[in-house]
């Protein structure tokens, strides 16, 4: 009798996934990032630079990431692209300089960030973002997913697709902060988009969770002093590179 | 003695390009179009041109000429008059044919009518300064050339990555016809400085030239792997030409109708090249290595339709290539390549036509000729860190010539000159060059600062009468440099630095052309409230007495422009520009080469001050583009 019970009580609780490693997929429109540089002043030159990327190269830059997950901890690195240097590699819009360390019991996190030829460790609490949790839904990795907008950086337009089938309100990137994972995540006017392509729900290994030990120690509002400084005189296209710099 | 610089041979026909000597007085204008259609499957761009330039000035040369037996200093003065009329109408039209292969059409068609008028008045006299000769002379000449090309381009990519071919066939057809005069008193002085013998030229010349060159080549990628690649090449090139050149003496006053044989010649030329081409090529990460070879086979025949005397010569050319590139970042990066390449002797060289424009210089020719060798080595490290800003670049080349052509000339003792060219088999000579930089932004202000420093040397050989003279020189620069750029507010450039130039010939060890120089320049740009921009820039050149030039040089040039902006885009300027405020700029020249040493005097533009609007109405056509 109580062995049946028990049996029928295992079957009523649904899994969650508290630990396991995610592969999210970055892809970046470059046609229309590269679009962006172009203006009056050097249109000449850069259109046709623009034609023969075209020509040659396709619209989305793929690029692949990981994020491992345990006791409400999240470690986010890249995945080394094979793929060769080309003209516009410097677009920070497209890359990826950053491993993200995320502590959400503590809400703060680590991030090793590469800046050129300079590698930083910004040590700050993690971004406060005011999440809009709406009612639609689709399908990503297999899960469920619930969409959420928001805003961040004063401009930049968010949307956020999480699940609650992973309790963990963690994220790719610098995105945190929702009921549940998010495996898929959005910028529309920055033309950067991630999806999750698989979930692995494993235990995880404590050297997995080992952040990179090179860098330089900097607050967040020490690295966007720096880079402000860095870039006040370099034209319209900084604004783009300095909000790649800070997500 | 050699016609100044940047001159051509009068009988030609002037080029009609301006190369910074004389006034130049130019009219254009054309009409372009393009447009994409079918969606975005085709396009054609087509343009016409119509124009005239006109440059007249005049130029001085010294000279020295380095003789075994002594030196022979030349003092010529040359006034000239040349106009060109062209209009040029080409069209490029693209289709994609499907989503793997491409096919470009290019043709072109120019129409153009020049006219040359050059005088010359040319002393020479000898190293203790009495006369040797000297030559007054007027060429002009009148020429119209018709010129057509054609291409078509054919690319295709195949099912698998990487494998693509592609197929170029052009044809050029080049039609010249110029009729002028060459009028020429010269007078030969013995060693007592008297008359010794004269000689006049009156004459009508006359050439007619047609080229048709048709070429076809293949070229095919495959990819071996996702980082390298194999490229294969062949091509073929046809080369038919003719050449049909008459000079007549006067029967009587105007009358050209003597033919004069010896001036005189017609040939056919033909020339047919095939050259197969292999490459690798790896890209990996960091690295990337290409090298491969092109091989050359040219057959080359030259009928005189006089005589029925065909001169036919075979060459091989080789051209091996070697790069080697780490790149770890966008901004750091090293380079290193070597090149080989063959230079193969001129028609001229080999064979002459017959040109007399210059009494005192003849060319003879040598059917022995070989095609020389140069080998070209280049090193290259860049690294620039965009938050410190500091920057570093070095740059070095080195070249040497294998069985180089070199002239000889062999000058008599009443100053006339006939030019040979031989191979030098036992001499290589070289030039090298090398360029560093270093430089970087102090603290956190926007200031840059660099240190620079340059050498660069030329070992060239040449016989002067049969004796082998060897000429040397190496310069050395160095200098400081500053600058600034603060958006919309201004900016700065400032460079200084001296100069040491040593060099001399083996042939005369007593005199070389060793002298010191300096140059300082600058550049400002102030924006100034009320939409108003003042920029200046200055050059400041000098350059000490040497031996063989007595006299120091200097020459301070500043422009100045003040410009006000209108409309919301600025789009709309007036500008008050001034152009070498100080009236410096006389055209001025020194060189050293082979075995004489020059300085030149020219016309060139001076001072003058321009009041212009530009206005840019809509950049590149089509709707405005969105922020």
Known sequence: MLLLSGNMLFAQNEHFTTHGTIEFEKSANMFALIKKLINPDNEAFFTPILESYKNTQSQFTKVKSTLTFTDNKTMYAPIESESANTIFSDLAMSGQPNVIYTDLDTKTSVTQKKVYEEVFMVKDSVRKITWKITDETREIAGYQCRRANALVLDSVYVVAFYTEKIPVSGGPESFSGLPGMILGLALPHENISWFATKVTDAPVEPKAMVMPKKGKVVTNKELVATLKQLMKNWGPWAQTQMKALTL | ?627
Not at chain 2, 86 to 107: C, E, F, G, H, P
Not at chain 2, 251 to 278: E, I, M, R, T
Not at chain 2, 349 to 355: D, L, T
Not at chain 2, 512 to 526: C, E, I, L, M, P
């Open chain 2, 1 to 627: 003695m050699f016609t100044g610089s940047g001159g051509e041979d009068a009988i030609e026909g002037w080029s009609g390009q301006y190369n910074g000597q004389g006034i130049p007085l130019a009219r254009t204008g054309g009409v372009h179009y393009d447009s994409k259609f079918n969606k975005d499957k085709e396009s054609i761009n087509a343009n016409y041109k119509i124009g005239s330039l006109e440059v007249n000035g005049t130029n001085n040369t010294l000279s020295q000429n380095n003789l075994p037996t002594g030196t022979i200093n030349t003092d010529a003065d040359q006034k000239y008059d040349n106009y060109i009329f062209r209009q040029k109408l080409d069209a490029t039209y693209q289709v994609k044919l499907d989503t793997t292969s491409n096919l470009k059409i290019m043709t072109d068609g120019t129409l153009k009518n020049s006219k040359a008028n050059n005088s010359n008045v040319t002393k020479n006299t000898r190293g203790d300064g009495s006369a040797l000769n000297d030559n007054t002379s007027n060429t002009t000449n009148n020429s119209n050339n018709q010129i057509f090309n054609a291409s078509a381009f054919y690319t295709k990519k195949f099912k698998k990555k990487g494998r693509t071919i592609s197929v170029l066939v052009s044809e050029s057809y080049n039609e010249g016809d110029s009729k002028g005069f060459l009028k020429s008193d010269a007078n030969f002085y013995d060693e007592k400085a008297k008359l010794d013998s004269t000689q006049h030229i009156d004459q009508y010349k006359t050439n007619k030239t047609k080229s048709n060159i048709i070429t076809s080549n293949i070229t095919y990628t495959e990819p071996l792997s996702k980082a390298s690649s194999l490229i294969f090449n062949y091509s073929i090139g046809v080369d038919n030409g003719t050449s049909d050149r008459k000079s007549f003496n006067p029967s009587s006053p105007g009358n050209y109708n003597v033919l004069v044989d010896s001036l005189s010649n017609n040939f056919k030329l033909n020339q047919l090249s095939n050259q197969v081409g292999a490459f690798y090529n790896f890209k990996k990460k960091k690295i990337t290595v290409n090298f491969g070879t092109k091989v050359t086979a040219v057959n080359f025949n030259q009928v005189d339709e006089a005589s029925n005397y065909e001169f036919k010569r075979n060459f091989v050319n080789w051209n091996p290539e070697v790069r080697f590139q780490y790149r770890p970042s966008q901004q750091k990066y090293f380079s290193v390549s070597y090149r080989g390449s063959p230079t193969q002797p001129t028609i001229d060289q080999i064979q002459p036509v017959a040109v007399n424009n210059n009494p005192l210089l003849i060319v003879v020719g040598n059917q022995a000729l070989k095609p020389s060798f140069q080998n070209s080595f280049n090193i290259n490290y860049n690294s620039y860190k965009v938050l410190s800003g500091m920057s570093f670049f070095v740059y070095g080349n080195y070249s040497f010539t294998s069985n180089p052509i070199v002239s000889n000339q062999v000058t008599n003792s009443a100053g006339k000159s006939t030019i040979q060219y031989i191979n030098l088999a036992t001499k290589d000579p070289s030039n090298f060059y090398l360029d560093a930089n270093v430089g970087r932004k102090i603290g956190n202000t926007d200031l840059n600062i660099g240190l620079s420093g340059n050498v660069s040397g030329n070992n060239s050989y040449n016989l002067s009468n049969s004796a082998l003279n060897f000429t040397k020189s190496i310069t050395y620069t160095g200098g400081i440099q500053a600058n600034e750029y603060i958006q919309k507010k201004f900016d700065f450039y400032a460079f200084f630095g001296p100069s040491y130039t040593l060099s001399g010939s083996s042939l005369q060890p007593n005199i070389n052309s060793n002298g010191r120089g300096f140059n300082a320049r600058g550049a400002f740009t102030v924006y100034l409230p009320g939409k108003f921009q003042l920029a200046s820039d200055a050059d400041y050149l000098y350059k000490a007495k040497t031996q063989t030039f007595d006299s120091d040089f200097h020459r301070t040039l500043v422009n100045a422009s003040l410009s006000k902006t209108f409309l919301k885009e600025d789009n709309l300027k007036f500008t008050l520009a001034a152009n070498d405020l100080l009236d410096q700029n006389k055209g001025f020249d020194r060189t050293v080469n082979a075995n004489f040493i020059q300085q030149n005097t020219y016309t060139t533009i001076r001072r003058y001050f321009m009041f212009s609007v530009t206005w840019d109405f809509n950049s590149m056509g089509g709707p405005a583009v969105k922020k």
